[in-house]
């Protein structure tokens, strides 16, 4: 499952784009609709703080590992860069990347209700 902030544009455009390439049955939603966020070890404070995966094991994984994982999920050359992003240096750049464009995301265009990440 992809857990996601609902309310901003960005991460709702990126949601759909890997819900549209993930295969059936895996679950995409906004963390405001999961109805147990404590039952898949996020708080509420946590959950909107980053994208989230969360893996057959129940394992939450947060921020670039979440993309990573999904990416793997989708397969194909989505899941080589998903790979890649998973072993260093790729992760620690990749880990960058994600923090930096999560700080960026409210100054995007289209993006009315994004909050600044704290």
């Known amino acids: 499952m992809l857990l996601y902030d609902g309310a901003c544009g960005a991460c709702s455009r990126w949601a759909r784009f890997l819900a549209g390439r993930l295969p059936l049955g895996y679950r995409v939603l906004p963390y405001q609709e999961h109805p ?6 996020l ?15 129940g394992e939450p ?6 993309i990573a994982a999904a990416l793997v999920a989708i397969g194909g050359w989505l899941g080589v860069v998903g790979h890649l992003m998973s072993v ?12 930096v464009l999560r700080r960026l995301t409210h100054r995007s265009p289209g993006v009315d209700a994004c909050r600044t990440p704290s």
């Open 61 to 66: 994984r947060g921020g670039a590992d979440a």
């Open 88 to 99: 260093p240096p790729l992760s620690q750049i990749a880990s960058m990347a994600y923090r």
């Open 36 to 41: 147990d966020l404590e039952a898949v070890g």
């Open 43 to 57: 708080t509420r404070e946590l959950a909107s703080s980053s994208v989230w995966w969360i893996d057959v094991t």
